[in-house]
């Protein structure tokens, strides 16, 4: 039988604006100190975006499909499609075994995306009901994002 809360978290499809600017505002509460990096406050918007120091690169939180799922992330973001494809080939031939293992999830891809259909993404996601909180998707999400940010750091800052 499925817990009160869980059954909360699932039916959650829509979070008010204030709802998100909460939860990533925990969200970074709980991350920011692992890293040692300044981090910007939250809007409110359904991600939130960890920037790099390369130019259309950063990693993003953020819920998908209405809010039925959340995903952990890397994004490429270039104006050309083929800087996109070499910088997300380069993570996938060197890190992908690792960061599953380390993570134990599934690495996802999803190309021509975004602006202009150049956009490529590496992510984690899990359903919104493979949680049973709040509290959940929050260690769930700092769980993911310190494999990919502990792994990828060095290759764009």
Partial sequence: MLSSKRVRWCNMDKISELSNIDFYTKLISLFQPLIKVPLREPKNESW?????NEPGIHFEWGFHHNKRSFGTEIHFEKSKREANEELSHRILNRYKPILECLADEKL??????GTGQNHIRLYFEKN???FESEDDVLK???RTMLVLYISLRHEYN
């Fill in 48 to 52: 939130y975006k960890i920037p790099t």
């Fill in 128 to 130: 919104a009901c493979d």
């Fill in 108 to 113: 996802l891809i999803e190309s021509n995306w």
């Fill in 140 to 142: 769930w999400a700092v």
